[in-house]
Nanobody, 128 residues
Framework: QVQLMESGGGSVQSGGSLRLSCVVS????????MGWFRQAPGKEREGVAT???????TYADSVKGRFTISQDNAKNTLYLQMNSLRPEDTAIYYC??????????????????????WGQGTQVTVSS
C-alpha cells in the first residue's frame, strides 16, 4: 500500500519560510500523481499545489509566487517550499497521492476526489 509521511511543519512569524517534505513509501512517482493540500480548523480542505513530469507545477492563486513544489525521485520525496508566509497560511498541510486518472484543477480548485492516499498532516502556524 502507498504510504505518505509529511514533515517540516512548525511555527514561524509572518514573512518567514518553511520547507515541507513528504516521503513516499512503496509507491513511486512514476505511477503516482502528487499534490499538497491544506486545511484550517473549521474550513474545507483546499488544494495548494501539484506537480507533473518532475517540473510542471500548478498552484492555488493564494500561494502563487510564494510556494514552490518540487520532487526528488531518488529519495522518493515531495517538497513544498513556503516563503513569505502569512497568518492565513496557518493550517494542517497534507501530502496526497493519486493512482490515476491525472488530477485536475477546475476553475482554480484542485479536485481532491482524485486522491486516494493521504499523509497524516503537518501543522504550519504563522503568527503576525
Amino acid at each position: 500500500q502507498v504510504q505518505l509521511m509529511e514533515s517540516g511543519g512548525g511555527s514561524v512569524q509572518s514573512g518567514g519560510s518553511l520547507r515541507l517534505s513528504c516521503v513516499v513509501s512503496v509507491g513511486t512517482f512514476s505511477n503516482l500523481y502528487m499534490g499538497w493540500f491544506r486545511q484550517a480548523p473549521g474550513k474545507e480542505r483546499e488544494g495548494v499545489a501539484t506537480i507533473e513530469n518532475d517540473s510542471t507545477a500548478t498552484y492555488a492563486d493564494s500561494v502563487k509566487g510564494r510556494f514552490t513544489i518540487s520532487q526528488d525521485n531518488a529519495k522518493n520525496t515531495l517538497y513544498l517550499q513556503m516563503n513569505s508566509l502569512r497568518p492565513e497560511d496557518t493550517a494542517i498541510y497534507y501530502c496526497a497521492a493519486a493512482r490515476g486518472p491525472k488530477p485536475s484543477w477546475l476553475r482554480g480548485s484542485l479536485l481532491s476526489a482524485y486522491y486516494d492516499t493521504w499523509g497524516q498532516g503537518t501543522q504550519v502556524t504563522v503568527s503576525s
